[in-house]
C-alpha cells in the first residue's frame, strides 16, 4: 500500500450516497432501482472476483496489453489480495440494484483510496512490466498538472478502476458511481476526486459527472523511459485526466 490513510471514524459507514432508476427495461421488462452505496468489508471476496473478471478484461490501457488473458497465477493472488485490502479502508463505492430477486446484488465498483502528497516516492517495485506501465502513466499526467496547487489540496480521492456488470451497463452506473464518489470524498472530509479516464465510455461519464477536464494525452504521446509508445495498438484515441473539487462534510446525499 502506499499509505495507511483510512476513512475516519466520525463517517458515518456504510452510507448511501445516490438512488435512481435504471434508463432502460431489464429482460424480464421491469425498470431496476438503483443505488450508490459505500462498499462494505463483506463485499472483499465480490468485488476483488468483479474487478479481475470485467476491470482487467475491459480497461483499454489492459486490453491493449492482453493483461487479462496473460496476467500470471500470482500477479492475479496478489491483485486480489490488494483490491481487497482496499476495500478494508472503507472508501470504494458500489452501484447497487435488488434485481432480479429482491435482493442486494453489487451492479457497479468504484475501487478507491486516499493518495497523499509524497506517496509517489513510496510506490512499490513490482517486477511485472505491464503493472510499471501502468503505474507510470498515473504519474506522468500527475506530473503535467500540480493539482496541489492548483486546488489547494494536500491529499485526494483516486481509483484503481471504475466497472460495471456487461449486463447493467447503459443504465447510466457510471456517472451515477462517479456522482456518489464525490459525495463520499465530501463525507470523508476531503475536497478533491480524480484519476486517469482511459476510454471512452468512462471519459463521456465523468464529463456528465462534472469532473474537470486537465489534460488530454494522445496515447501516441504515452511513452515508457526510452521512448516507446506504450500502449501501441490501443482502441481508445486519447488519455484523460480529470478531477472534481467539492465541499468537505457538506450533507447533500440522497
Known sequence: MVNEWQRPETSPYPRVYRRFKGKKPMPDGRVADFWVQDATVDMDEEIADHMMTYFSRDEPMSRSLNYHEEMSDEMRQMGKAHMKSLVHKRLSVVAMTDWPDGKPHVAGVNLLYVFCKGDEKNIPQIPDKKIKKFQRVMFLTLEMVDVYKKYGVDKFTTALGLSVKPEFRGQNLGVEILKGRA?????????????????????????????????????????????????????AKTLQFRAKYVNPNEDNFD
Open 183 to 235: 459525495q463520499m470524498t465530501s463525507a470523508i472530509g476531503l475536497q478533491l476526486t480524480l484519476n486517469n479516464f482511459t476510454g471512452f465510455a468512462s471519459q463521456k461519464q465523468a464529463e456528465r459527472a462534472g469532473y474537470e477536464l486537465l489534460v488530454e494525452l494522445p496515447y501516441s504521446e504515452v511513452k515508457d523511459e526510452e521512448g516507446n509508445e506504450m500502449f501501441p495498438g490501443i482502441e
